[in-house]
């Protein structure tokens, strides 16, 4: 019961267990993979869902990007017009600058696509 005035004192609850060890798993989360049972098949879904994300986000960044080019020099006639170099801007944009692009997705891929299978790896060790 409270009284007027004076504020009620918080009581955490807690299991008697919380700071009790964990039970080991009779065996490890790489062995559900490698029987391919239904939490291994969960495993390799979550997985195959980040791959799948990073792959279509970055396809789609790129072949987007890329895809505006001759959308801008259809709406803007005056890049067309210019010249570098002797060459043509919009030959120069998608000759020269297109690859580079292409190799810096490529590269970023790699590097997400490793850091995803690192957690993963992580992931299912802790298991």
Known sequence: MTTPGKPTERVVVTSP??????VPRPYP???E???QSELGAVYMRSLIR???RLGL???AVVCGSVAALPLVFTLVPAVTAQRLLGLPLPWLLLGVLVFPVFVLAG???VRQAE??????????ERS
Do not use: H, K, N
């Not at 267990?17 to 964990?22: G, K, N």
């Not at 850091?115 to 299912?124: C, S, W």
């Open 50 to 52: 980040t791959q799948r």
């Open 29 to 31: 989360a790489s062995r």
């Open 33 to 35: 993979i490698d029987e």
């Open 115 to 124: 850091r995803g299978e690192r957690e993963f790896a992580e992931l299912v």
């Open 57 to 59: 986000l970055l396809c």
């Open 107 to 109: 590269w970023f891929y």
């Open 17 to 22: 267990r919380t700071r009790a060890p964990r």
